[in-house]
């Protein structure tokens, strides 16, 4: 999964983009979707499936379980669920890639099973936290050994009886939400968890949506272990957090207008699109409707001109994954932006609150890291040459800002972008982004 090769971006500066263009399927819920229908009774059909290296980790780790899957193709992956308990051991250790949603799902998941197992890596993801999951699953008395530092490789013992726990959240994390939820599905009792603030509810709504009982109010959800889940067909949405790169590079480049279409606009993802309002952009969500239990839309966007703003806190969660792109936003607005609270961008795929600020810092625009976010004053772009770090959607914000670059931004270390936004390249290329590879 981790590749030696150094793959470049080459951009050239200027441009705009135009078209319509669809994005590849929502991360977070092609994960759901290969874990849940692999626990329910009956086939599974899942359309517009993120044929992306972090959801195809998760599919190759559950067919290691002893799950048949079918596909990906076009989109579409058949799985024959093996109901609850009939997940088998697999042979070896099941290798994660840099999807930390894989790892911390699935220790919830396996926290439940007869068997042992073993959760292992690349070096990113090998080197974030998980304390965060194995502190409540022991709780729930689950046994898994982490290293010293509270990282992977996480070993997993089988045969343990779990009971449901009431779990208050330090962070506002789905990805702990998620795995306790799944842990709960083979506790004893009922397993309840609180949020400090809204996050993606997706497995919440899947759950629901396969007929597994969750209730959720006031930000807590809860479940009883102990039930079973239907077979259904889910249709993925495209993925906003892709659709992020696109919304910023349409906003920041002069005589843009781009349609984003089918993309999906669950209330607790849309943090991205009232930021950029805030900043000013001009965005319309057409032609709202639903699919599988989440909302989607098309979005309009058409370039704009931004200015600086302070970030609401509350905002943060609903737009974690976007900061990348939304610093490029910061970066060429009129004036300051501010954020705050969002500490947790430190423990992503990358630092995202360093690596982006050297990065911009790279290219002339003055940013101030901080403890818990960042400070951008919005001015000119220069050319030059920024380093991912591996990480993906740093590549992706970095390759935008060449749209407003005085001379062409090389960007080190891309291949990860794989890992969510397959076929990126010719998709930005396509909408007018002057970008190629080496
Ligand atoms: C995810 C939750 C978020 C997000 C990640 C995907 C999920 O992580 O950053 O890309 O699918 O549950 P946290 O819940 O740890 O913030």
């Given at each position: 999964m981790t590749t030696s090769t150094n793959l470049v971006f080459h951009v050239h500066p200027g441009g705009r983009l135009h078209g319509r263009l669809r994005v590849p399927g929502d991360k977070s819920i092609s994960h759901r979707s290969i874990m849940l229908g692999s626990l329910a009774e009956g086939v599974t059909e899942v359309g517009g499936f993120l044929e992306g290296e972090d959801a195809l980790a998760t599919l190759k780790a559950f067919r290691a379980l002893g799950v048949t899957i079918e596909g990906p193709g076009d989109g579409r992956v058949r799985i024959e669920g093996v109901g609850l308990h009939g997940l088998k051991a697999p042979a070896g250790p099941l290798d994660l890639g840099n999807s930390g949603t894989s790892m911390r799902l699935l220790a919830g998941l396996l926290a439940g099973q007869a068997f042992d197992s073993e959760l292992v890596g690349d070096r990113s993801l090998m080197s974030r936290p998980m304390r965060r999951v194995t502190g409540p699953l022991a709780q729930m008395g689950a046994r898994i050994d982490t290293t010293?530092?509270?990282?992977?490789?996480l070993r997993i013992h089988g045969g343990q009886r779990l009971r449901g726990i009431d779990y208050r959240m330090p962070v506002a994390s789905a990805q702990v939400k998620s795995c306790l939820l799944l842990a709960g599905l083979y506790a004893e009792g009922r397993t309840c968890v609180h949020e400090p603030a809204p996050t993606r509810d997706h497995t919440e709504r899947m759950l629901a949506g396969m007929g597994y009982p969750v209730d959720v109010s006031g930000g807590t959800a809860c479940l009883s272990g102990g039930g079973s889940l239907r077979a259904t067909r889910i249709e993925v949405p495209a993925d906003i957090s892709s659709a992020a790169f696109f919304l910023v590079g349409a906003s920041i480049a002069p005589g843009s207008e781009l349609l984003l279409e089918h993309v999906g606009i669950n209330p607790t993802r849309t943090g991205v699109l009232d930021i950029l309002e805030r900043m000013g952009a001009d965005i319309e969500v057409l032609n709202p409707r639903e699919t599988g239990g989440e909302p989607v839309a098309d979005l309009r966007v058409r370039a704009a001109p931004l200015r600086g703003i302070e970030i609401p806190p509350e905002l943060v969660p609903l737009a974690i994954d976007e900061f990348p792109a939304l610093f490029v936003a910061a970066a060429c607005a009129e004036g300051t932006t501010v954020l705050t609270g969002a500490e947790e961008l430190r423990v992503k795929e990358s630092d995202r609150i360093q690596v982006m600020a050297d990065g911009l810092q790279a290219l002339g625009v003055e940013a101030h890291p901080t403890a818990d976010g960042m400070v951008i004053h919005g001015g000119p772009i220069a050319g030059g040459r920024v380093h991912s770090h591996g990480d993906h959607r740093i590549a992706m914000a970095f390759a935008m800002a060449a749209l407003r670059a005085s001379g062409p931004v090389d960007i080190d270390?891309?291949?990860?972008?794989?890992?969510?936004?397959?076929g990126f390249v010719d998709l930005a290329a396509r909408a007018g982004l002057g970008v190629t590879v080496s």
């Open positions: 010293e530092a509270g990282t992977a490789p270390d891309c291949a990860n972008v794989n890992t969510s936004f397959p």
